[in-house]
């Protein structure tokens, strides 16, 4: 008598909060599901969900110090930025993957990539509310002159702080699946990516000054960021 084998059935995906909820506490049993499972493309648009919200509360946060239409635009294009940024950094970990040793289907890869964005974003979006209060802080300090600029590129590096620390914590999670010589090139491509693209699509941060919804190319975002640092540590 032949056995009939029954195909193995999609999982059943949780809502985005308790997907948030597992993304936080259960992070290692979802990356081993995301690992093991034949069906891991179908946490691809979940994932790639709560990547998207996370960012929106980050830029909307960011956002606010150049007024609520600024934060609205910014709410737009940090998932623009955030997302593209893994999709152009993506190809980079297939290489780096293949030439570690491993064999992950793109989907699989992709579903991983998601999961430690996700968490990043999550991170992120947590954070942003602290970088909203020093910018504050700095703004009110009576006597200043300049204030608004002053506190405009200081909370400039405390939003990069926040990206910084929330794209380590992504980057922590992946590491944890794969090897550093593979998660390593795609972090550091992920964050020149994410440089890039938020220079391109600037203004992100809320700045003092009117509000421009595009700006035309010039220099890049690794260069304009440089220049903040050396004008403060200058005074």
Known sequence: MDTVIEPSLPPSLPPSQDLVTRLL?????????LRDSPHSGAWIGPLAGVSA??????????????GPLQALISAVKMPLVMLGSAALSLPLLHVAAARAGLRLAPARLSAMVL?????????????APLALVFWLSLSLLPGLVD????????????????????GLVGAARLLRELPARAAFP????????????SWLLRPVIGSPGPLVLLRPLESSGLAAFIDVVVAILGG
Do not use: K, N
């Open 115 to 127: 999961q430690a964005l996700a968490t990043a974003t999550t991170t992120m979006s947590g954070l």
């Open 25 to 33: 506490r259960d992070g290692d049993g979802l990356a081993r599901e």
């Open 186 to 197: 795609w972090a550091m491509g992920l964050g020149l990516a994410g440089l890039q693209l």
């Open 53 to 66: 919200v996370g960012a929106a509360i980050f830029g909307l946060a960011i956002g606010l110090p150049g």
């Open 147 to 166: 204030a608004d600029w002053y506190a405009y590129r200081r909370f400039v590096l405390a939003v990069v702080a926040v990206g910084g620390l929330g």
